[in-house]
């Protein structure tokens, strides 16, 4: 996996972004596959500092780690709903990296990027074959 602490408070690369921005995928999807990527790459730090792997961090844990964020808490502080609004993000984000770690045979964990923008753009392709 990338090492997200040198993105600083970026979730997207501009290589990334671009990535992203080209898939063929509806706004829709290509803003969830953003979102899904946010979510990775918060889990990838909260399991860092947990020392244990991402399936195996609870709900609970994870809206604990967000407010209590070093790097969130100026939006915590501006918004006290905030870390709610975040955590339930990264929650709902669980089940579509979970499918695309099934789809490539990687632990969460593992997942690239571009494993995730791969999956996503899979599954929109899937979606209009199946309602055309």
Known sequence: MTDFTQLSTNFL?????????AALMSSQEKFATR?????????DRI???MGKPIESISPQEIGTWIASDRTLQAQIEIDASF??????LVLSSLN????????TGVAID????????TW????????VRENP
């Open 13 to 21: 690369t501009t290589d990334e972004a671009a990535r992203v921005d």
């Open 35 to 43: 979102l899904a990527i946010y979510a990775l790459r918060s889990l």
């Open 47 to 49: 399991s860092t500092e």
């Open 83 to 88: 870390a709610s609004f975040f955590t339930h």
């Open 96 to 103: 579509p990296l979970k499918q695309a770690a099934r789809s």
């Open 110 to 117: 593992n997942l690239s990027v571009l494993q995730v923008i």
């Open 120 to 127: 996503f753009e899979q599954e929109a392709a899937r979606r």
